[in-house]
């Protein structure tokens, strides 16, 4: 009877040892971003800091307009002021501290101070912040995902030009048709697209319509799209509006092959031009004795005189000893 329960003690021990080890291991922090003052006008700069964040990561600091940090950057980085973000790393505990400039975004506020990963793991922190003197507005409306359904297939439309061929960003215009299925109309409705290539896990960006949809009615809406540069191979991409995705579209991109061109022209001429350069560098150091020693020596004129023909003299129709006279003249004639 011991013995039992000594077995079952043990049992237990061994079933309680993992969670008792995940207990006491350290969770790993979660990002926050702290600011220097919660509110600055244009013109003034701010101080963001922060930490909890993946060691040496490259982070993209921005001010945005209608954005909260519920609800994040409605209408995606076009909300923000790009223009005057700026990037930093972090440190290798996932610390970092930098100046931005406060800039008025291209939408009203409420603004927040957008953080996010450029690479890597995807992770992102909203900061709320007033950008004082700059409009506010409220949030738009955004009703259930399921209002929402696609009434045509989707078209990739646009032409990305000779400059993709040499490696520049694809970039298309996504078009499908939709209708309001509520009762509610939807005003400047936020989609989301998705890249993604290959087997990996699409990258979604936020976009945002303007306009209204009634109940009962139809849109055709626009929306650009963008690779980075030197894609190529097959892609595909998602429209998402709220929770439910929408429709998707593949995208077979070619291979800039004036890339592949380029650099194979980089490789014949620069190893060309250099054997050139050596050639003529060793012109110049060689001795001039061997430098002239193929083409031999030259007159003092400087050009080289051709030795005069030899002709031959024709021969008579006479014999020396038979030949004319004074002493013996001709006996022609004579008998």
């Not at 490259?58 to 940090?69: A, D």
């Not at 949809?213 to 892609?235: E, F, M, N």
């Not at 031959?312 to 020396?320: I, K, R, V």
């Amino acid at each position: 009877m011991r013995g039992l329960a000594a077995v079952v003690l043990l049992g237990l021990l061994f079933l309680l040892l993992p969670a008792a080890r995940a207990a006491a291991a350290p969770t790993e922090p979660r990002p926050e971003v702290k600011l220097s003052a919660p509110q600055a006008g244009k013109g003034n700069t701010l101080t963001v800091s922060g930490t909890g964040w993946r060691s040496k990561a490259l982070l993209m600091l921005l001010v945005c307009g209608r954005s909260t940090p519920a609800k994040g950057v409605i209408g995606g980085t076009n909300s923000c002021a790009n223009a005057d973000g700026r990037a930093v790393t972090t440190d290798a505990d996932g610390a970092f501290s930098k100046k931005v400039p406060v800039a008025e975004p291209p939408v009203p506020c409420p603004c927040v101070v957008h953080v996010a990963t450029v690479t890597g793991e995807q992770a992102a922190v909203d900061a709320e912040f007033v950008v004082a003197g700059h409009p506010t507005a409220p949030l738009p409306q955004q009703t259930g995902g399921g209002r929402l359904a696609v009434l045509t297939a989707t078209r990739l439309q646009g032409d990305s030009g000779i400059l993709v061929f040499f490696g520049a960003p694809p970039s298309r215009r996504l078009e499908f048709t939709v209708g309001n299925l509520g009762s509610d109309p939807i005003v400047d409705p936020v989609f989301r697209i998705g890249t993604a290539h290959g087997v990996f896990a699409p990258q979604w960006e936020e976009q945002q319509w303007r306009g209204t949809i009634a109940p009962g009615r139809k849109a055709q809406i626009t929306l650009p799209v963008q690779l980075a540069s030197g894609a190529h191979g097959d892609y595909s991409i998602s429209v998402k509006y709220g929770t439910k995705v929408l429709a998707e579209q593949p995208w077979g991109v070619g291979r800039p092959w004036g890339v592949t061109i380029f650099w194979i022209l980089l490789a014949v001429v620069v190893p060309a031009a250099l054997f050139r350069i050596g050639m003529a560098i060793v012109d110049k150091v060689r001795p001039p004795s061997a430098r002239h020693a193929r083409s031999g020596p030259r007159p003092a004129g400087g050009t080289a005189r051709r030795p005069a023909p030899t002709t031959t003299a024709a021969l008579p129709w006479f014999t020396p000893d038979s030949a004319p006279s004074e002493n013996r003249p001709t006996t022609k004639g004579h008998s």
